[in-house]
């Protein structure tokens, strides 16, 4: 009888999977709040006593795909924080986080046309925009930076910028984030108790066949997108040279 313990002795805290379960955890919860308090001013305590949910949207129609993100964050009726975290980049990363601001827009918009406040923060653990800054703002404005409407602006925490950020909080949970096993984590975060609950939570998801199962399909769904986005890359320039050779 194999009594062999199945365990992940590295891992990928932006595995969506992994994110997900540790940003939602009770276990995280000071460790979370500490970061959106140094990040966007909202007290420990409110953020501590939130309403974290699963990020699933309604559907506008039947036939519209089903749209999850990683968590939603109910401050009161009127407020909302949508957390995303962007493990790799695609060509309709962007879009996708748009499509959920505007999903909750739709789904929390109050009679009378009272609109909700809504924050989205997106932490991405690559650099699109190439710059040195480790946090960027944004918000809908035309070229001279008139405000066209304020129904939601966002964030982008650039991990590999953050690692060394300015702000104590946001610097020590991208450093969290970018750790890979669990004795790397205890030895940087050796005496803060909210962290050591953080990581003591993902040790435990180290350890749980359940999960590890889910922490594997997730990451084997990266890799098959990620083959079938440099196949379609591919076959695209083939058929553009094959098209210029036609010519």
């Known amino acids: 009888m194999n009594t062999e313990v199945l365990e992940l002795r590295t891992f990928d805290m932006c595995n969506d999977y992994m994110f997900k379960s540790v940003f939602r955890s009770i276990e995280a919860r000071k460790v979370v709040a500490r970061f959106l308090n140094d990040l966007i001013g909202i007290d420990i305590d409110i953020i501590m006593n939130a309403d974290f949910q699963g990020g699933e949207l309604p559907k506008i129609n039947e036939n519209e795909k089903g749209k999850v993100c990683d968590c939603i964050i109910k401050i009161s009726n009127d407020k909302r924080l949508i957390v995303e975290m962007n493990g790799n980049e695609t060509t309709y990363t962007s879009k996708k986080a748009t499509s959920y601001a505007y999903g909750v827009i739709t789904e929390t918009t109050r009679p009378n046309n009272r609109y909700p406040d809504i924050l989205l923060i997106c932490i991405d653990n690559f650099n699109q925009y190439n710059t040195k800054e480790d946090i960027l703002e944004f918000q809908s404005r035309d070229l001279k930076g008139h405000i066209e409407n304020d129904l939601y602006k966002s964030y982008h925490i650039i991990l590999e910028n953050s690692v060394n ?11 969290f984030l970018k750790m890979t096993t669990i004795e790397e984590m205890k030895e940087f975060f050796k005496g803060d ?23 594997d399909k997730e990451k084997q ?19 553009g040279i094959e098209q210029r050779n036609i010519v």
């Open 221 to 239: 769904h990266k890799i098959d997108m990620n083959e079938a986005i440099d196949i379609g890359i591919k076959q695209g320039i083939e058929q």
């Open 193 to 215: 108790k909210d962290y050591m609950d953080a990581i003591n939570k993902v040790e435990e998801y180290t350890k749980d066949p359940d999960f590890i199962g889910y922490y």
């Open 165 to 175: 950020s300015k702000y104590n909080e946001i610097k020590k949970f991208s450093k």
